[in-house]
């Protein structure tokens, strides 16, 4: 596909209309084209003449809601928010994912080479930096233990992001029991947390 037509404004437009729906609806397999198009206030034509079929614009999209989530989550760990209020809206910001289809997002990620290449780039320059410093955060507050290293910590956030679809499952089935949904995320973090930041 090529980069200067998704580059374009008005095929940035589509992608910022798709991103809406996909983030606004419970299946996202089940926004059309036609949906996208109307939102975005173009043609159906448009879209397939500038990205080719619709599982090329989903990975735009995947790329898209992922650049702007870590743009987030850099700006929360840079606040001068205490940590624990820092890792809730961390959290808010992934579960506002959660509606995705996450059988679909598993296939993409793992089968289309430009999301595997694209995952492995935001892992490496930005991704783990951005944990290291997270984790650092947490250490002068006070809040994450200091007998762990910097490796364990993020081998331990490793095995939580893997057993994600798992947890965005619970959390669509629990949508309407915040209380549930914040004790598990106490839960999943108490291994690395010192009660009361002590």
């Keep these: 596909m090529d980069k200067n037509r998704t580059n374009s404004p008005r095929s940035q437009r ?18 059309s ?6 939102k975005a206030g173009v043609s159906p034509t448009t879209i397939y003449n500038l990205f080719g079929n619709r ?7 995947i790329k898209k809601i992922s650049t702007d989530n870590l743009n987030e989550y850099r700006n929360i760990i840079d606040s001068e928010k205490p ?13 506002k994912s959660a509606s995705m289809d996450l059988d679909m997002l598993d296939k993409l990620v793992s089968t289309d080479k430009s999301l595997i290449e694209f995952a492995t780039e935001i892992n490496e320059k930005i991704s783990i930096p951005l944990l290291t410093d997270f984790i650092e955060d947490g250490r002068l507050q006070g809040y994450i233990r200091k007998d762990l290293s910097d490796e364990s910590i993020l081998a331990y956030l490793e095995i ?3 057993s994600g679809t798992i947890y965005y499952r619970f959390v669509e089935l629990h949508r309407d029991n915040p209380d549930i949904i914040e004790q598990l995320n106490d839960i ?8 009361g930041g002590k």
Excluded: W
Aim: with cysteine.
């Design 14 to 31: 589509i992608i910022q209309a798709a991103v809406y729906m996909f983030l606004n609806t419970h299946n996202f397999s089940k926004v």
């Design 33 to 38: 084209i036609e949906e996208i198009a109307g």
């Design 55 to 61: 599982e090329n614009l989903t990975i735009e999209v």
């Design 83 to 95: 940590f624990p209020e820092k890792i809730k809206l961390i959290m808010d910001i992934r579960m």
């Design 160 to 162: 939580l992001s893997k």
């Design 188 to 195: 999943l973090f108490c291994g690395i947390l010192n009660k």
